[in-house]
């Protein structure tokens, strides 16, 4: 064998070695591409529904959001109304019922007044826990 052929034949081998090895990488390859695309097709296949769910749960969440905002929107003029009633309540009963209580006032102080000129109610002895207090000791509480 000549020193061409001996070259020809290890650029065969090394040639032989490289396909082998790009052959299994190719195999490997096709392999991760099965995988991949089973893998996308089942998470297509559960994310649809999963969507489908959501979707039906944001138009319930409107629904629900459109309910709270009418609501709402009753709550307020509930509260108008009530301000504006105790607003009218106010100034058709306020003014009648302060002089009514200012009359009342004015009898109570008359009857204590007239009281005055009655003679005083006999004394009594305070109790304190069952004892009663001598009257030297209540004359000097009282100064």
Request: no cysteine.
């Amino acid at each position: 064998m000549t020193g061409g052929e001996v070259a020809g034949m290890l650029v065969a081998v090394f040639w032989a070695i490289l396909v082998s090895f790009l052959a299994v990488v190719l195999v490997r390859l096709a392999q991760t591409l099965r995988a991949t695309t089973k893998l996308v097709a089942d998470v297509t296949e559960q994310a649809v529904p999963l969507l489908a769910d959501a979707s039906a749960t944001v138009r319930s969440a409107q629904t629900q959001l459109d309910r709270v905002d009418a609501i709402a929107t009753d709550v307020q003029e509930v509260t108008s109304n009530a301000s504006a009633l105790s607003t009218t309540v106010a100034s058709t009963f306020g003014g009648p019922l302060v002089k009514v209580a200012a009359f009342g006032y004015g009898v109570r102080r008359a009857m204590s007044r007239k009281g005055d000129d009655l003679p005083p109610a006999p004394s009594r002895r305070p109790v304190i826990v069952g004892r009663t207090v001598p009257a030297a000791r209540r004359k000097k509480r009282k100064g």
